[in-house]
């Protein structure tokens, strides 16, 4: 059972790895993970979606209200992207780039257009990690983390 | 891992520094939450000491505790409270530790930029464990460098010191260049000495490999400016630099750095300076002072210059400019920084006050001498200050309209509207100019056409209750009649009377009072003489609150605001500060000058939305007042009012009163000032025009900063 949990854990990672929803970053963090500090990457992986909500909203905003300000829209985007890339978040950070990218170029609706497939890929992502976290607590402490291990 | 490897005999002076870089301590400052954890674990991993924060502001007071407690520093380029580079700006100057720059952007002039402001490395997000691994050697390599005076760098230097382990042989290698380096930059035998003898014992008491870091205070800085000077640039070597110095403590290898510091941020200012005195022809005011300030010897300039060199080339040119402008009044490039000196004097610390006010003294309408630059500098810092106090307190003295004639200098101090302070402290400048709070202020509220000679005059005399705003605690400057007051007393330049400088504290009101009657021959009446001019200018200074900041700012603001960014982004550090207060206020002053008219919002947050306001208006007048001549305080008077909220209004008035002034005063104004104003009108045109995206992102980043 165990040893279901965590293959399909990994299995999780792997198609997760390979569709581009997490990167290397995400192995990185995984690895930081140890005994000290077991939830490292769920704890993470929370941190960042509270803190990206915050962001997100204020984009948001930046762009329903009033003659827009690329400058900030670009500031705030800018470190939602660290943040995202900080955790490994890698469609979400491509789409950030192309925010941006509208951004310099003052295209409001294009803009637009790629705020929403952040988001959409924000939730998409939470949804698959939320998911493989599950999974990772129920295959046990030594399943989560590491990745490799099998037990 | 080679971390790991890495045992003992690298000794780097440190406790704790055994087995470096394990156990290495690193400040790690970034203001995003995650990064920031993720950074600390990393770093963690590799076996150093972390310590970490989202504040820049914060980081730098850590480092300013304790210089040695920390080795490393590692920050994001955005933040919001302070521009990363500012940061690093300060730490390389204070502190002289490695700092290694993170951003998720890789844009190549964002590098580039890090490099020049003395980053070690630049690390891209999101980071990874194995360039961390190495972040070490930036470490080993600046010990090296700076123990070389310390005699002890011959240890390093051998290479053998220590370490012989196997990790160690990145360290000798480095260590063997090192010492070459030192070597030959040692032609002392001291060293060679040493060395022998150090190699034995590398793990000698680290005091002795390593002598606490220098820190270059303002006076210390002074002094070495002031020694260069006199040897000349070309002949400026470290060593006759630092038997000039006469320093205790001191080590050639001290100074050798920092002279190296120094001449980078001399070129930066270079390209201000010739922006300036590109201007300074235009105008046709004397060149030498605007080159000086340009060039100021430094003290305020390097730091300013250094860190917002950039700005204060911009500043001075562009921002200043239409601020400047009036500065050039008299002699133009001098006055506005002179002014700015004077009115640098942010309160907050009141420290500023006080070297504003010495600025102030010096500012008097002859060219701005590198004291005056200093003095500049000064005033600039209080603005710094400012900033620390708040948000963007900017009170950025404008600058004394000596030239033209009686030496008008005004110093406008375009507070910030947060902190009152600041614009207490300019009144101050203001006042000691008109001895009445503020001069110039006039009847903020309409003194359009009085704003010569009525209502500015009268309203200097209350300055002193303006001015006692200032010590008051800002806040009362923000109040809009109290700016209009102190503005009023401050703007009162020209009435210098010197006196009141209510600025409490800080300010050597002494020292402004003196200036102010330099400056001052001015008869209120605004409209006549140049120094009402000052006035005018000095109307806008003040910034009350937010909202009135960009009034007062008008330009000067906007360049306060500016400068101010500049300076926060620069901050080169309390001490700095004066240095960069000075540099804002020129800068601001200019800005000020052009601004008031059109009411440069201040950067700050207010500013945004002044800015609107205020820009708009401003490049109106101020172009109409570059003609003038006068200060181009500027019309906005008509468009701020209804802008500006009642502060703003305010700060209209000012600047309709400035505007008045200018007209009147303009027409008397010289001919030198009318160029001036037509140079600086087009600039300040432009740079209104710019200033609302500068503006816009200065004050973001200013509102950030704050």
Redesign the interface.
């Not at chain 1, 890339?85 to 490994?88: A, K, L, P, R, V």
């Given at each position: 059972m165990d040893k279901n949990l965590s293959q399909r854990q990994l299995d999780m990672k792997r198609s997760l790895l390979d569709q581009g929803y997490l990167d290397?970053?995400f192995i990185?963090?995984e690895e930081?993970q140890d005994e000290d500090?077991p939830n490292?990457v769920e704890e993470?992986v929370t941190?960042?979606y509270n803190?990206s909500a915050r962001l997100l909203e204020n984009i948001e905003q930046a762009l329903v209200t009033g003659p827009i300000?690329f400058?900030?829209l670009d500031?705030y985007m800018?470190?939602f992207?660290?943040?995202s890339?900080?955790?490994?978040a890698t469609r979400v950070k491509n789409e950030c780039t192309r925010f941006r990218e509208h951004c310099t170029a003052a295209n409001a609706e294009g803009c637009i257009r790629t705020f929403l497939r952040v988001k959409q890929e924000h939730t998409i992502l939470r949804t698959k990690l939320e998911t493989y976290f599950q999974l990772a607590r129920q295959a046990g402490p030594s399943a989560s983390g590491g990745g490799a291990k099998v037990r | 891992m080679t971390v790991e490897d890495q045992r003992g005999s690298l000794v780097d002076g440190d406790a704790g520094q055994d087995r470096f870089p394990v156990g290495m301590r690193v400040l790690a400052v970034d203001d995003d939450p995650i990064c920031l954890k993720v950074l600390n674990t990393l770093l963690q991993k590799c076996q150093y000491h972390v310590t970490t924060t989202n504040q820049a502001v914060l980081a730098l007071k850590m480092l300013r505790e304790n210089r040695n407690k920390f080795d490393l520093v590692i920050s994001d380029v955005n933040m919001p409270d302070m521009d990363g580079f500012k940061l690093l700006e300060h730490v390389g100057l204070e502190m002289d530790l490695p700092v290694i720059m993170l951003s998720a952007h890789s844009d190549t002039k964002l590098v580039m930029k890090g490099v020049t402001h003395g980053a070690c490395d630049y690390l891209l997000k999101p980071v990874r464990i194995e360039e961390l691994k190495n972040i070490w050697q930036h470490v080993l390599r600046r010990k090296k460098f700076d123990c070389k005076e310390q005699n002890k760098s011959p240890n390093e230097d051998k290479g053998g010191h220590g370490t012989g382990d196997s990790g160690q042989d990145v360290t000798s290698t480095g260590n063997a260049e090192q010492s070459k380096l030192s070597r030959k930059r040692k032609d002392q035998n001291e060293d060679e000495e040493e060395e022998d003898e150090e190699n034995e014992n590398e793990n000698e008491d680290p005091s002795n490999q390593k002598k606490p870091r220098v820190v270059w205070s303002v006076e210390l800085h002074r002094k070495f400016v002031a020694a260069v000077n006199q040897l000349g640039l070309e002949k400026a070597f470290p060593k006759k630099i630092l038997d000039l110095m006469n320093v205790e403590g001191l080590t050639r290898e001290n100074v050798a750095s920092h002279l190296q510091k120094y001449r980078l941020y001399l070129k930066r200012v270079n390209v201000m300076a010739t922006q300036q005195a590109s201007m300074a022809a235009v105008l046709g005011v004397n060149d030498s002072s605007y080159l000086r300030m340009a060039s100021l010897d430094g003290f305020g300039d390097i730091r300013t210059l250094a860190g917002s060199g950039r700005l204060s080339s911009s500043a001075l040119s562009s921002s200043y400019t239409p601020g400047g402008m009036l500065g050039r009044l008299n002699s133009t490039a001098g006055l506005t920084l002179r002014g700015i000196t004077s009115s640098g004097l942010i309160q907050p610390s009141g420290q500023n006050l006080s070297s504003s006010v010495n600025g102030l003294g010096k500012l008097q309408p002859t060219l701005l001498p590198s004291n005056q630059s200093a003095s500049l500098f000064q005033g600039i810092p209080t603005s710094l200050e400012l900033n620390q106090l708040q948000q963007s307190k900017f009170i950025t003295p404008i600058g004394d309209f000596n030239p033209i004639r009686n030496s008008t200098g005004f110093t406008v101090a375009t507070s910030f509207p947060d902190n009152r302070v600041t614009v207490a402290s300019s009144n101050s400048l203001l006042s000691s100019v008109s001895s009445n709070p503020l001069v110039l202020q006039g009847n903020p509220q309409h003194n359009r056409g009085a704003f010569g000679n009525q209502s500015p005059l009268g309203v200097v005399s209350r300055t002193p209750d303006s001015f006692n705003i200032r010590s008051g605690g800002s806040s009362d400057f923000l109040d809009n009649n109290r700016s209009n007051e102190s503005w009023q007393g401050a703007v009162q330049l020209s009435r210098f009377s010197s006196t009141s400088l209510p600025l409490s504290e800080p300010f050597n009101q002494d020292q402004l009072l003196s200036n102010n009657s330099n400056i001052s021959s001015t008869s209120p009446h605004i409209g006549n003489s140049p120094i009402s001019f000052p006035s005018t200018s000095a109307v806008s200074a003040p910034l009350e609150d937010s909202r009135g900041n960009t009034q007062c700012q008008e330009g000067f603001i906007g360049n306060v605001v500016q400068n101010m960014n500049y300076t926060s982004k620069q901050r080169w550090e309390e001490q700095k500060q004066n240095y960069n207060q000075n540099l804002n206020h020129t800068v601001s002053a200019v800005n000020f000058m052009v601004s008031a008219n059109g009411i440069v919002s201040p950067f700050g947050r207010s500013l945004e939305q002044n800015n609107a306001t205020c820009s708009k208006s401003f490049d109106v007048s101020l172009i109409p007042q570059l003609h003038g001549g006068a200060l181009s305080i500027g019309q906005h008077s008509e468009v701020e009012k209804s802008d500006l909220d009642t502060k703003m209004n305010d700060n209209a008035d000012y600047l309709l009163e400035q505007t008045k002034l200018q007209d009147g005063f303009m027409h008397n104004s010289y001919d030198s000032l009318d160029d001036i104003m037509n140079s600086m009108a087009k600039r300040e045109h432009n740079q209104m025009m710019l200033s609302d995206g500068e503006f816009g992102f200065d004050a973001y980043s200013l509102g950030s900063c704050l």
């Open positions: 290397e970053q990185q963090l930081l500090s490292f993470m941190t960042f803190n300000d400058a900030k500031n800018h470190q992207k660290g943040s890339s900080s955790i490994g | -």
